[in-house]
């Protein structure tokens, strides 16, 4: 069956790099996409990236200049790294999968706090 | 970047109540969008897609309608596991943009 789950360390300190790896099962990375979405203790949900089933990517544009997503296919893993985190990139962060353009199949989610 | 205006964003209903949650959007989606259920630390499951197609597992009580700006979501005969936060999520367009989200309390 369908599956994603995420994994990363829960603290970060104030301006150092977060970094969140989604491994999934029960579908192949190469044939859908893979999105990453995250949302601050009590609010709603925002829409960060995406790694495509060839490999390309896209970003949130408020979001851009410090996150990046890669992929190793080999592995069924997708990975997201962003850097510069402030407090306010608190939260817990979605691997989710795109079928047809929605999201169909979600993770779990990983809470990351950052705080010194 | 497709604004998606959501609301209310807290509603309090009665067990077997009808609700209804409306999204609209700052442009036509081409009924586009789906809704998602939330529970307290939970991941959102997917219960409606493309406007009214209902996910497998969806229960009838809930259903979607829209065209162009403008979409509902409503629960008919409200029930004590669908106290919830729900959203909706327009994906015509990057980037992919979620409505505020809508708290559902029993009254």
């Known amino acids: 069956q369908v599956q994603l789950k995420e994994s990363g360390p829960g603290l970060v300190q104030p301006s150092q790099t977060l970094s969140l790896t989604c491994t999934v099962s029960?579908?192949?990375?190469?044939?859908?996409?893979v999105h990453w979405v995250r949302q601050p203790p009590g609010k709603g949900l925002e829409w960060m990236g995406r790694?495509?089933?060839?490999?390309?990517?896209s970003y949130n544009s408020a979001l851009k200049s410090r996150l990046s997503i890669s992929r190793d296919t080999s592995k069924n893993q997708v990975f997201l790294k962003m850097n510069s985190l402030q407090t306010d990139d608190t939260g817990t962060y979605y691997c989710t999968r795109d079928y047809d353009d929605y999201f169909d199949y979600w993770g779990q989610g990983v809470m990351v706090t950052v705080s010194s | 970047d497709i604004q998606m205006t959501q609301s209310p964003p807290s509603l309090s209903a009665s067990l077997g109540d009808k609700v209804t949650i409306t999204c609209q959007a700052s442009q036509n989606i081409n009924k586009c969008i789906a809704w998602y259920q939330q529970k307290p630390g939970k991941a959102p499951r997917l219960l409606i897609r493309y406007t009214s197609t209902l996910e497998s597992g969806t229960p009838s009580r809930f259903s979607g309608s829209g065209s162009g700006r403008d979409y509902s979501f409503s629960i008919s005969n409200v029930e004590s596991e669908d106290i919830a936060s729900y959203y909706c999520?327009?994906?015509?367009?990057?980037?992919?943009?979620f409505g505020g989200g809508t708290k559902l309390e029993l009254k």
């Open positions: 999520l327009q994906y015509v367009n990057l980037p992919w943009t």
């Open positions: 790694m495509r089933y060839n490999g390309d990517t």
């Open positions: 029960g579908f192949s990375l190469t044939s859908y996409n």
